[in-house]
T-cell receptor
Framework: AQKVTQAQTEISVVEKEDVTLDCVYETRDTTYYLFWYKQPPSGELVFLIR??????QNEISGRYSWNFQKSTSSFNFTITASQVVDSAVYFCALSEFQGTSGSRLTFGEGTQLTVNP | DSGVTQTPKHLITATGQRVTLRCSPR?????VYWYQQSLDQGLQFLIQYYNGEERAKGNILERFSAQQFPDLHSELNLSSLELGDSALYFC????????????FGPGTRLLVL
């Protein structure tokens, strides 16, 4: 069975600090997709990034960057110069294929990030 | 705004009752997924429909059922409700295949008293 582990339950930083959220996954599939979602206090789940297992190139989007390392089964997420609006729960997720057109996301436990002014 | 809509936003009901949660996917998306988020279980996959057919099933209770209609909207039916069914229920949609990104609706917060 697939598994996603986010060992950091809570992280608290001061505004403008850089912060890295860790994600480690387990899968037997050779083709898979990894995701990060953000859940702000309002409760919705906001998609941030998708990465496939064949693309290990790191990605940067503004203050966000992602480091995918297949060798260590990790997909870490860094926020540079954090802001109060970044305060949210962040989930890492792994897609699991089930038959034809079947899939499901396996989520980690989430990391509660609090950015203090 | 993800383009996925869910109604109602909040639902308060009593144990033993039955409720129906509704989801409309993004325009053009054929797959609909249901997830449950609770404090003790985290985010758990319930079931997936693709173009009206069930395609993947998670640890969905027998008291729960879902369907996807010809217009692609989906309903999740929860019956014989228990206190432990109180949770945030999310619907997500994707274009079609497993590699596609799932976009989530705002969720329905269910409270069973």
């Amino acid at each position: 069975a697939q598994k996603v582990t986010q060992a950091q339950t809570e992280i608290s930083v001061v505004e403008k600090e850089d912060v890295t959220l860790d994600c480690v996954y387990e899968t037997r599939d050779t083709t898979y997709y990894l995701f990060w979602y953000k859940q702000p206090p309002s409760g919705e789940l906001v998609f941030l990034i998708r990465r496939n297992s064949f693309d290990e190139q790191n990605e940067i989007s503004g203050r966000y960057s992602w480091n995918f390392q297949k060798s260590t089964s990790s997909f870490n997420f860094t926020i540079t110069a954090s802001q109060v609006v970044d305060s949210a729960v962040y989930f890492c997720a792994l897609s699991e294929f089930q038959g034809t057109s079947g899939s499901r996301l396996t989520f980690g436990e989430g990391t509660q990030l609090t950015v203090n002014p | 705004d993800s383009g996925v809509t869910q109604t109602p936003k909040h639902l308060i009901t009593a144990t033993g009752q039955r409720v129906t949660l509704r989801c409309s996917p993004r325009s053009g998306d054929l797959s609909v997924y249901w997830y449950q988020q609770s404090l003790d279980q985290g985010l758990q996959f319930l079931i997936q429909y693709y173009n009206g057919e069930e395609r993947a099933k998670g640890n969905i209770l027998e008291r729960f059922s879902a369907q996807q209609f010809p217009d692609l909207h989906s309903e999740l039916n929860l019956s014989s409700l228990e206190l432990g069914d109180s949770a945030l229920y999310f619907c997500a949609s994707s274009a079609w295949g497993p590699q596609e990104t799932q976009y989530f609706g705002p969720g329905t917060r269910l409270l069973v008293l």
